[in-house]
């Protein structure tokens, strides 16, 4: 029993809103990947106009706000799917052949 509290403890803490606003200090991947996406961004700052820019950030804005919504989709659905096969579990009897 002490195991699993000691994870759920730390999935909590892991989840707690304060902490996901560093997703830096929770996920390597995700700090590797800002690290990667802030290094590109100097590098097209340094050689494209500012008009361009504008655009390429509008533009990540845009495909990001896509992929949220995205995800807010899958993970509705998965919850749906969840519930449904819970319920049909808890309904399922022996058939008698």
Do not use: C
Not at 8 to 35: P, V
């Amino acid at each position: 029993m002490q195991v699993f509290e000691m994870a759920t403890q730390e999935l909590l803490l892991k989840h707690e809103e304060g902490n996901l606003k560093n997703l830096e200090d929770i996920s390597a991947d995700y700090y590797w990947a800002q690290k990667a996406i802030n290094q590109l961004e100097k590098e097209l700052e340094a050689n494209l106009p500012q008009e361009t820019m504008t655009k390429i950030r509008e533009s990540w804005y845009k495909l990001g706000l896509q992929e949220s919504i995205a995800e807010d989709i899958f993970y509705d659905q998965g919850f749906s799917d969840g519930v449904r096969m819970l319920l049909e579990s808890l309904t399922w009897g022996p058939v008698r052949r």
